[in-house]
T-cell receptor
Framework: SQQGEEDPQALSIQEGENATMNCSYK?????LQWYRQNSGRGLVHLIL?????REKHSGRLRVTLDTSKKSSSLLITASRAADTASYFC??????????FGAGTTVTVRA | NAGVTQTPKFRVLKTGQSMTLLCAQD?????MYWYRQDPGMGLRLIHY???????AKGEVPDGYNVSRLKKQNFLLGLESAAPSQTSVYFC?????????????FGDGTRLSIL
């Protein structure tokens, strides 16, 4: 069963705006990872946040983690057309395996 | 700089036929995974391997078999294909224990079962 669930399912924004998506999970985790998937391609890792971290940045990406609420958020600032993709959170709930959510589809309009 | 390579990229099968999907990685990774991706359901783990000669069941293993005879290759087999196995299949690999590093994905195999 899927551990993580993203919200919203789809998001449409204007170029230059910020995009925020959320991920909720059910059980304690070791870490949480965010991935991007462009149409017709495999997933690409964006950022990993450990359970003892609260916030992490990578370029225009900002990820937060609230273990008390079992939730994480991904913020993309100053969005570009190239950010159009699906975004997935994945939780590590044992040593080897990731559990993926269904994803958020982001469309950036020019 | 190939990373994870999946072959074939597309395939159409008839119900009952068999086939093998090949995944090859050139990063010397210990851990390899097979997922399937269906609309609205994200990725679901089929089988995985924690090293050469080892395999284990994931979330949705029924109807699939796997083998890891060489460290760099992970094969996914469908013995008797069914329409419910129409999906996009992704292979991934990672080098470390405890999930502290990202998984590296191939670009997928799009499989249709008629």
């Amino acid at each position: 069963s899927q551990q993580g669930e993203e919200d919203p399912q789809a998001l449409s924004i204007q170029e230059g705006e910020n995009a925020t998506m959320n991920c909720s999970y059910k059980t304690s985790i070791n870490n949480l990872q965010w991935y991007r998937q462009n149409s017709g391609r495999g997933l690409v890792h964006l950022i990993l946040i450990r359970s003892n971290e609260r916030e992490k940045h990578s370029g225009r990406l900002r990820v937060t983690l609230d273990t008390s609420k079992k939730s994480s958020s991904l913020l993309i600032t100053a969005s570009r057309a190239a950010d159009t993709a699906s975004y997935f959170c994945a939780t590590v709930f044992n040593d080897y395996k990731l559990s993926f959510g269904a994803g958020t589809t982001v469309t950036v309009r020019a | 700089n190939a990373g994870v390579t999946q072959t074939p990229k597309f395939r159409v099968l008839k119900t009952g036929q068999s086939m093998t999907l090949l995944c090859a990685q050139d990063m010397n990774h210990e851990y390899m995974y097979w997922y399937r991706q269906d609309p609205g359901m994200g990725l679901r783990l089929i089988h995985y391997s924690v090293g050469e000669g080892t395999t284990a069941k994931g979330e949705v293993p029924d109807g699939y078999n796997v083998s890891r005879l060489k460290k760099q290759n992970f094969l996914l087999g469908l013995e008797s294909a069914a329409p419910s196995q129409t999906s996009v299949y992704f292979c991934a690999s990672t080098g470390t224990f405890r999930g502290n590093q990202p998984q590296h994905f191939g670009d997928g195999t799009r499989l249709s079962i008629l």
